[in-house]
């Protein structure tokens, strides 16, 4: 087992069109040993490039990559001990499953054959293939040849295992199982894994703690429940969360926030924003609180019921909001919903640079209040 200490990495691609592009600029991460680190981002923001120079598919730029106190910079990917396991499954289609799962194993390790036949057979019992082991990856599911590509990385004992989008050909249901699945696995391997995904949801299901990349940087790097309450600027407060946190930008007046469509907020507290003239203001849809009375005013648009909760979707002029409300209100189309916010749920933001100058500074509860819908027009 071993920690990955990523360090400085950067990486540049030759494009002959467009110059040079930089995927990875001054990245510096560390995985801990046994650890489950998800890169998480939007497309094109260098996670998968990141995952290459650790996996050694790509030369680094410059920087450092060590696994432990091993420096693995300029060492082959089959050098690394890393097992890879990517989203198109990769499967030997002329083989059975025994043999892509074995495959490796013959080439790489001293086995016997019988040696490698106890651990196919262990492997396949884990993941619960047993009774497959016969079958092509034709005949196989999405899911089944899902566990197949990861029995192949498990049974080569890595010391790293690194994932790309493992789960996004599945359907929902089955990407759902397979994260626990997955999870318990890896709880049980103990061995280091870094997992990318574009996927916040699967991110902060999946990570013992996130890595959120953008434009090539690492933006944040901590627990699920650190990042989603304490991002360390807009774009990760934005990006993770779903629904996502309703952002507007305010004038500031001493301790009064003024946003469009007549929003207003009078903060106990100003200190966060002194020296500041405008500033954006962060709102997570299940801390809108619908009241009775006092409070800003929306027009409600569309209710979604999802069962435990309602997503209310409303809007302050050309301002949309979203709320997650209780299950029992259902405001009609048209109706006004006043609300309120606490100020410890309250986030702010540097207009220029995005910096967070307030996060969530308290437990604060999923939203209730005391509303009572009036039937709207
Ligand atoms: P996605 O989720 O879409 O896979 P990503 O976050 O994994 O995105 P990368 O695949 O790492 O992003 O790409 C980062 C940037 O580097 C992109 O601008 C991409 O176009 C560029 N890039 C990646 N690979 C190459 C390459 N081989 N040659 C040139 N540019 C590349």
Do not use: W
């Amino acid at each position: 087992m071993a920690t990955i200490q990523i360090d400085s990495l950067r990486k540049e691609f030759e494009n002959d069109e467009a110059g040079s592009i930089v995927a990875v600029e001054d990245v510096d991460l560390t995985v801990e040993d046994g650890e489950f680190l998800v890169l998480v981002g939007p497309s094109g923001c260098g996670k998968t490039t990141t995952l290459r120079c650790v996996a050694g598919l790509e030369d680094v730029t410059s920087g450092a990559i060590r696994f432990g106190d091993r420096d693995v910079t300029d060492l082959q990917a089959r050098e690394r001990e890393v097992a890879m396991v990517f989203q198109n499954y990769a499967l030997y289609p002329h083989m059975n499953v025994r043999k892509n799962l074995g495959f490796g194993l013959k080439l790489s390790s001293g086995l016997s054959s019988a040696g490698i036949r106890e651990r196919v057979d262990d492997v396949a019992e884990m993941l619960g293939i047993g009774d497959l082991l016969g079958k092509k990856p034709k005949e196989l599911s999405g899911g089944q040849q899902q566990r197949v590509a990861l029995g192949r990385a498990i049974i080569r004992e890595p010391a790293v295992f690194l994932m790309d989008e493992p789960l996004s050909n599945l359907d929902a249901k089955l990407r759902a199982e397979m994260r626990t699945e997955l999870q318990e696995l890896q709880h049980e391997l103990g061995v280091t894994t870094m997992y990318v995904t574009h996927d916040q949801t699967e991110a902060m299901a999946m990570g013992h703690r996130i890595a959120v990349m953008n434009d090539g940087t690492l933006q944040q790097v901590g627990t699920p429940e650190a990042v989603y309450r304490s991002p360390t600027n807009e774009f990760v407060a934005n990006f993770i969360g779903s629904p996502s946190i309703n952002l507007l930008t305010a004038d500031v007046d001493g301790g009064t926030l003024t946003g469009p469509a007549g929003f207003e907020y009078a903060l106990e507290d100003a200190t966060p924003v002194a020296g500041h003239d405008r500033v954006r203001v962060g709102i997570r849809p299940e801390d809108i609180r619908p009241v009775n009375a006092d409070g800003n005013e929306a027009e409600a648009s569309v209710v979604e019921p999802m069962g435990n909760e309602n997503f209310l979707y409303m809007g302050m002029g050309d301002l949309e909001l979203t709320a997650r409300i209780a299950n029992d209100l259902r405001p009609a189309p048209g109706e006004t919903v006043r609300f309120e916010v606490d100020e410890a749920a309250l986030y702010l933001f540097d207009v220029a640079t995005g910096e967070a100058l307030k996060t969530m500074t308290d437990e604060t509860d999923v939203a209730v209040g005391e509303y009572t819908t009036t039937g709207g027009e």
